[in-house]
């Protein structure tokens, strides 16, 4: 085996196994705007691979429906390349439709709790922008009067968009690598701090803890809100002399049930496979290469064994060299001489008033490829009811050897001689079995490809097979 085919042969061993060593995890996001940042990298990654299985699996269904009507044409020695691939093209689609039909099935689930989430995120990132203030100011006559109320709030991101990220969220990604350890989405909880200060008059450093409230004394509340803790204290109004305010604070959780509905949209994200399910295209050796019935069906078709029913040939050497001859070494021609040729498969389609020829790779819906595959059918199905000439034998033997009476006549009929004994005319079955040898088809392939016959039992197998494409098209 080349190099080539060893490197392939090595791959299609690796296919879907998980890379070796643990996946870095990307660190929690620690700030609003960050978890907003977050979790739209993980809905963008997550609703990409659905759809990228969802593209993969129409492909498939459109390429089955292809393979199924190059295979009704082709002649028997490409007919026994491509039975191998029919046979596995069923078992590559259903092992995607599982995944990819759950999956669908969460996104709307998914994608409302993570968005509810990011929502909440984003008014968590709005109130610690703000800091509101409100001071009550004395007259001259020492009293809190209505004059005296101020207040105002500052906003320092007026919208409640999340605009900032840090270094270390920029770094951040989502793949297939580190989806499935990625770190829980936090159940952010604010504090909100008010602090309170009090001074018996404007520039005056007395505090009012037991000084007389003078003309401009004032008390100041000043709110904000901040991601970190804090304590409630309020030891510093116990001094005559200025000190920092007193804080009484509060936290804040604004999730309610956000968190647990995200804690069960992450476990659906991090335990599907639809990425991994709906990978492999049917135009891909390694969607196949080791699927059981393609295996069976290479002993079968290509190395003529039609009782067969294992997965192992009794030669190795045979199997890898029908595997060779039909795909390339390590299947590294497959794609040319399996799907170029499908692709260039001309089937009949209507074209108005008309019908015309396309190829295959050109007709690219489903209603055109079921079409085409029903008026093959039905070509098929007008060439078996036609009727056939009548065998030459059969019937020179149906007027009968006895209504000849010419001695001369009787043994130049076909089957027949004259019986001198008896002076008449009667069958010679050493002619017949001479005139009727039958005819054997000799495999010309250089293979061991064997003959595959046409309408009647064609017609029997695609019978099912439409079943088959139908039932697969309902759900698609």
Not at 370 to 378: E, H, P
């Amino acid at each position: 085996m080349n190099t080539k085919g060893i490197l392939l042969s090595l791959t299609l061993v690796l296919w879907g196994r998980p890379q070796l060593g643990a996946a870095k995890a990307n660190d929690a996001c620690a700030t609003p705007c960050n978890c907003v940042t977050r979790i739209d990298k993980i809905l963008t990654y997550h609703k990409g691979r659905v759809a990228t299985a969802r593209a993969n699996y129409n492909s498939n269904i459109h390429n089955l429906l292809r393979l199924v009507l190059a295979t009704v044409q082709a002649d028997g020695q490409q007919k026994a390349k491509l039975i191998p691939v029919l046979g596995a093209a069923g078992k590559t689609l259903e092992d995607c439709k599982a995944e990819l039909t759950a999956a669908e099935a969460d996104l709307p689930m998914v994608t409302a709790a993570l968005t509810a989430l990011a929502k909440t995120y984003t008014i968590y990132n709005s109130l610690i922008k703000k800091t509101s203030t409100l001071t009550l100011t004395a007259d001259s006559s020492g009293h809190f009067k209505n004059t005296g109320i101020a207040g105002q709030a500052t906003h320092e991101n007026s919208t409640t968009t999340c605009e900032e990220e840090s270094t270390a969220e920029e770094k951040a990604a989502i793949n297939s690598a580190n989806v499935n350890v990625e770190p829980d989405l936090p159940a952010l909880t604010i504090t909100g701090v008010t602090t309170l200060t009090c001074e018996k008059a404007t520039g005056s450093t007395d505090s009012c803890h037991n000084n007389q409230i003078g003309d401009t004394g004032y008390i100041k509340a000043v709110i904000n809100y901040q991601t970190g803790t804090a304590t409630t204290d309020a030891s510093s109004w116990g001094s005559n002399t200025r000190t920092p305010g007193a804080k009484v604070v509060t936290r804040i959780s604004l999730n309610g049930d956000n968190k647990t509905s995200v804690d069960a949209a992450m476990a659906k994200i991090k335990a599907s496979k639809v990425h991994l399910k709906c990978a492999p295209l049917l135009t891909s050796y390694g969607a196949v290469a080791n699927d059981e019935e393609f295996k069976q069906l290479v002993i079968k078709a290509l190395l003529g064994k039609e009782g067969n029913e294992k997965t192992t040939a009794e030669s190795v050497t045979d199997y890898n060299n029908a595997i060779e001859e039909a795909y390339g070494e390590g299947g590294t021609d497959y794609e040319a001489k399996v799907w170029t040729k499908v692709k260039e498969t001309q089937a009949e389609i209507n074209k108005g008033a008309n019908a015309g020829n396309e190829p295959l790779e050109s007709i690219d819906t489903l209603a055109k490829l079921t079409a085409a595959i029903a008026r093959k059918l039905n070509k098929d199905l007008a060439e078996a009811s036609r009727p056939k000439p009548q065998n030459k034998i059969e019937s020179e033997k149906e007027k009968g050897c006895t209504e000849e009476t010419d001695k001369a006549k009787c043994n130049k009929k076909t089957g027949c001689k004259y019986n001198e004994k008896d002076s008449k005319c009667e069958e010679d079955p050493e002619k017949t079995a001479a005139a009727a040898a039958p005819t054997t088809t000799t495999n010309t392939t250089g293979s061991n490809f064997f003959a595959i016959y046409k309408t009647p039992l064609w017609l029997a197998v695609f019978d099912s097979m439409i079943k088959f494409v139908k039932e697969f098209c309902s759900n698609l």
